[in-house]
């Protein structure tokens, strides 16, 4: 008897991440290719087509693959494309739904990846009998994902949802996007490594980052140092999360959500992003919401949660 299992995809600048996944969220196996040695999204889906279809054929085809979800930097839901992403080697509009469907003759279904994440909360996480929350993804950039009712919110064009694209500071940093100010150019893992240099150019404290270069550090090694009580160190935590609190602040009085779940590297920092972000919040939330709303990491942290939340969205896609 065989097994109904989906395909879960994540599409990322440098890597492209994927999982074979069951209904109750079991990964039965998982990989990841890379993403710019592929001259065209065509290649890409090429070479995932072979390597999906050999383990499926190493399991004796016990394994009943019956749709895909793909989770993408600007992929919209509703047109299936990938479009104008600006850190894919792949340029303009990419009708990646269309050329999977193509190549795999499957369901196949794309959302972006924080929305992904979100979905993977929503079906295999902390979420799963919560109808309104808010996922916030803390990589290299800052992605999140707004489920109101039980739905996600994709907005009329597919596109609802950029938080980490908010203005926070008028002519502020330059963000890959092109504007200036963004949230993402401040919380995130780049953004706190800006901070954490901003800081050095202003503060006379003893830190171990004074001979450390920009190009060399890594956003775990701020965590480190705040963990060994580094002043510079703690201090870029208060501010990513003293701006990332504000913002949420911002959001609830919108969407109103139960709980915010924080996802990707810069969330496990724990108590040094968490605290100031959560005092952040409450300091400038309306007062009718004050002491409603946890804050918490999500319950994939440690798994592949844009890979899970992927084949999560596809599982949906077919039971409905």
Known sequence: MSTSVVLGIDI????????????????????????????????????????????????????????IGVGAPNGNYYTGNIE???????????????MMKEKFNLPVVMTNDANAAAQGEMVFGHAREMKDFLMITLGTGLGSGLVVNGNLIYGHDG????????????????????????????????????????????????????????????????????????????????????????SLADTVAHISPKE???????????????????ASMEKHLLPIFKDKINIRPSALQDKNIAVLGAAALIWNELED
């Open 12 to 67: 990322g600048g440098t890597y492209t991440k994927y999982g074979i996944v069951d209904r109750s969220g079991n990964t039965i196996f998982e990989g990841q290719i890379e993403t710019g040695v592929h001259p065209t999204p065509e290649t890409l889906i090429s070479a995932l087509a072979n390597i999906i279809n050999e383990n499926i054929k190493s399991k004796n085809n016990q394994l009943d693959l019956k749709g």
């Open 84 to 98: 104008l992403a600006p850190n894919l080697p792949w340029k303009g509009v990419i009708q990646f739904v269309g």
């Open 159 to 246: 596109f609802a949802g950029e938080l980490g694209h908010v203005t926070i500071e008028e002519d502020g940093r330059q963000c890959g996007c092109g504007n200036r100010g963004c949230l993402e150019t401040y919380v995130s893992a780049s953004g706190i490594k800006r901070t954490l240099f901003e800081l050095l150019a202003t503060e006379t404290e003893p830190s171990r980052f004074w001979d450390v270069s920009f190009n060399s550090l890594e956003a775990k090694d701020i965590t480190i140092a705040a963990n060994e009580n580094d002043p510079i160190a703690i201090k870029a935590f208060q501010k990513t999360g003293f701006l990332l609190g504000k």
């Open 260 to 278: 915010i779940f924080l996802f990707g590297g810069l969330a496990k920092a724990g108590k040094w992003i968490f605290n100031p972000t959560k």
